[in-house]
């Protein structure tokens, strides 16, 4: 199967989940489930999901195309198992199917893997202060310890705070950087 788009992410998609199925009690031999997937208060897609009877396979349909889809089971360490479905180009183990093969297959990737390295680190700035009791704005002061902290989880938040702020200026100063370079023509280029 082609990849659907260089840009696309699972957002909006149609899936099946192999943990969804196995939460309904879809993957008893001879069930059958019908996942709906919404995005932003719409329903996007219905995709059924039914276990045959005699092997490991579970037919998934989506409009008018069918597959079946192999399912392969990993040991857990207090017992039992846990399912997954067995991509069909790449014979890998996914939890989800967009809607026949996996997310490497299709060619989707996350908003994050996307995401430059500054707005990486911005975004992961934002997260530590919040974690703290502050709020993301960066340009408020960093908040004190709030109550039921321990001193050195705190130091250690701290810390990772200020490495991340660093980061995230540093980022930000080489992009400004280079728009510099790129707008100033009397300036010969490195």
Partial sequence: MPAISRYATPEGLPEVDVRTLKRSGSLRPGTSAVLTKRYAGQIVCEVT??????CDEVLIS???RMAFVGLVYTPQRLGGRRAW?????CKRRAAILYPFVCRRCSGITYPSQREAPHHRAIRKAQKLRIRLGGSGNMMEPLPPRPWGMWDRTYRQRIDACRRADARSLTGMSEVL???????D??????
Avoid: E, N, Y
């Fill in 49 to 54: 999901a039914t276990m045959q009877a005699d």
């Fill in 62 to 64: 989506f409009g008018d």
């Fill in 85 to 89: 479905f067995l991509c069909p180009c």
């Fill in 177 to 183: 950087q280079r728009w510099q370079d790129a707008s």
């Fill in 185 to 190: 023509p009397k300036r010969p280029p490195v």
